[in-house]
């Protein structure tokens, strides 16, 4: 468990990127992982590698410097494609890749499809540093137990505190009742359903452990 907390804990979000690309057998792990997701989840996923004209606009020279990489998550419901892209973030996390979730820091409208809806965006590469932590709530504002709690409880939430929010806003509730665990939205801001994904990813990852 602790294991668990400790790499999830090791993820922060970089906003300057090394000139260096991704190898070919990382592109592939990648590449694999988000068709895999596509396939089984009926989510729309593109990865796009060595594409540095996605963070020319001058937000992104500011707060993007150098990255060249880029994963649009296209799909209709913004819950399951926050969950989903968790799986990725964590993934590229374990292959010592940095990563920086992007809601309007890069140029969308080009890779704006008819047929589509881009939720939400995941700049990625090699890190010039390892970021920093996120400042989090305190945890009486995260958390509402109604009735026992189940026994993981305070590590499921160390995790859930752990993941990347929009802002770092943290518009969420960790729910504890009759021994089960849920996750709360507490303010449907832009990208707050896209957090709560990534929430209930997390969430679900440390009651597994």
Known sequence: MENLIKFLESRHSVREYL????????????????DEINREHGTH?????????AFTSI??????KGCQNII?????????AGYYSAKILLKLHELGIATCYVGASYKKRIFEKDDQTIQCALAFGYGANVGHPHKNKDIDKLIKIEGNKPANFDFVVRAA???PTAMNLQRFKIVAKDNEIDVEL???TPFAEFDLGIIHY??????KN
């Open 72 to 80: 649009v998550f296209y799909h209709d419901d913004p819950v399951e």
């Open 19 to 34: 000139d260096r690309k991704i190898e070919d057998d990382k592109r592939v792990i990648i590449t694999d992982l988000i």
């Open 59 to 64: 937000i992104a020279r500011h707060t993007l």
């Open 202 to 207: 997390y969430v679900d990852l440390a009651e």
């Open 45 to 53: 996923f593109e990865v796009f590698f060595d594409k540095p004209e």
């Open 161 to 163: 505190m752990s993941a």
């Open 186 to 188: 507490t303010n449907k």
